[in-house]
């Protein structure tokens, strides 16, 4: 079976596995995991942030900054396609109280003068706008980072915290050659998965200023994310921030040639084929091309009237090249739901 419903079902190689067994550790919440802190200390270098933290997920990256600088009766601005609207249980809502507040977007990406006009000063009936969420990547599609400095620039002329879900930030950054820290450098704190793309089995890193993370840590212990021994698995996450950021533009390139495949085929309308995820509508159901991609041992998702693929470690050169035979193979009769 080739796997292409997402990048979180990368597997641990051989010699990540061999890093983690490796791993030197220490009880992590008395700061004391010499794996934790380095790794730390690494992601810290490469957002250009003052400290970073591990957090247990993307989730939790993405909540502790609404609990610190949202709360009950602020607002944050993103858009209706954001991860911490669609995909985190209303947790920014029900844990931060903060309120989402969705901006006009193009697919995820907001325009600046949108953003300014959703911006609300002080009224005494009104919740109060307090911070922007910006995701990069978005559905695959990469925020340009003039858009992310001119949304910089805006939050900082209003007073507002700037978070950046980073998730896939360094599909973004392999993609368009500029550095993380300077997409993060348009943002007050970025979180970015391990989890997916780079091949980790846990984790995310929330990385700021040092009194921002100093706040951060207590979130994470009150929402019952301070661990342990847990250098095993940031072992993971420095041998995957060594070693699998490059081959990234591997994902890419086969997401182009799974793009070719499917245009040429005909039977598929592309809405987004971007970094490495393609999102495409049919006239036919898409329950039924789920399912004969099934048939045929390909994995993928659906995501809403769309069907979703996702491109990853997962999948090797010689699998791509299948994968685009097996789409040249199929029929449309093939599609009944
Ligand atoms: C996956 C994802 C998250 C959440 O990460 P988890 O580790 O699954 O909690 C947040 N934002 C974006 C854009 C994501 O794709």
Known sequence: MYDLRSDTFTQPSQEMRKAMYLAETGDDVYGEDPTAVKLQEIAAEITGKEESLIVSSGCMGNLIPHMIKGGRGKEVLCAASSHIVQHEIGAVVSLSGTLPVIVPSDNGIM???DVRKSIHGYAYDMSETAMIEVENTTSGL???LLVMQEIKKTAEEHGLWVHLDGARIFNASVETG?????YAAASDDITFCLSKGLGCPAFSVLSSTHGFIKEAKRCRKLLGGGMRQIGILAAAGIYALEHNIGRLKDDHRHRQMISR??????????????TN????????????????F?????????????????????????DAEDVCAIIRDMKTGEFTA
Request: aromatic letters at 6%; glycine letters at 6%.
């Open 294 to 318: 099934r048939r045929r041992g390909v994995l993928i998702l659906r995501e809403g009237d769309m069907a979703r693929i996702v491109l990853s470690l997962n999948i090797s050169d010689e």
């Open 261 to 274: 495949a499917l245009e040429e085929a005909g039977w598929a309308d592309i809405v987004i084929s971007s």
């Open 178 to 182: 500029i550095p993380v820290r300077e």
């Open 277 to 292: 995820m393609i999102f495409f509508r049919s006239q036919h159901p898409v329950e039924g091309i789920i399912e004969a």
């Open 142 to 144: 990469i925020y340009p």
């Open 111 to 113: 325009a600046p003068d």
